[in-house]
């Protein structure tokens, strides 16, 4: 095909379907890596008196982490794999055995396509907590959250109020990214959200921001939109029977749409002053 047109109408297919960027220089088809992984194995020898040995099927090589019953995500239920990731969290006493834990967890496809574990970023012992809905195509490459565009925005956001990643502690509902920056499903909410509910108790924040729609109602369990939630506090309670104090929690607008829609950021501005008075009277006296 060599035809310019049809090139860029191919391209765009591709973008369409979210391969949205080259992030290596050798094709690597992930359907022959997945079908592999859960190929059934090989008969045995129906005959003992074959001649010569079967030669052994050829598979291609798995990354050390693909195994047949995580390959898909999908053959094992969410339900199944988010009692796995709350019974694997749960055993983590610190960030870096949690961290160790996700990059080991099985149950959640996206560690598939995604290129690393964007697992948090800035102090471990911040007052102030923050959590995106996932990774996009800057962090995956980087493996730290809030890298890109958003998250400079983000960071300009925290400087106005006389903060910094050294001063607060950032992660994601999701530590892998989505293939096209498509929204997280329901599921992978689910299986991800024993973990991160881990990582908040292991942080142990003063306050907590959640950063647009899908944090909100992830954390929150609410239904409200994000126009309607931001700016108010909430409380984050944990999972169910958590018996740790409730976590003052404001919802604000996601700097992605922030970037797209510069006319909200004067609510964006007034929900930062409101997070810092409330952090100031929370920290006071410590
Ligand atoms: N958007 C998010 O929600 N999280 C990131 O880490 C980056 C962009």
Redesign the pocket.
Known sequence: MDDPRELRRLLAWYVEAGADEAIGTVPRDRRTVAAAAVAPPPEPAAAPVAAKPAPPPVRPALPPAVRPAAAQGVLVPADAAARTAATLAAACPDLPSLAKALAAFEGCALRLTATNL?FGDGNPNAKLMLI?????AD?DREGR??V?A??QLLDRMLAAIGLDRTSVYIT?ILPWRPPGNRTPTANEVTVCLPFLRRHIELVNPKVLVV??GTSASALLGVGDGITRLRGRWQLYRGAPGNERPPIPTMPIF?T?YLLRTPAKKREAWHDLLTIKQRLAAETAGN
């Open positions: 964007v995106g809905e996932a990774p996009g962090e959250p809030f890109g958003a998250g994601n950063v647009g996601h992605a």
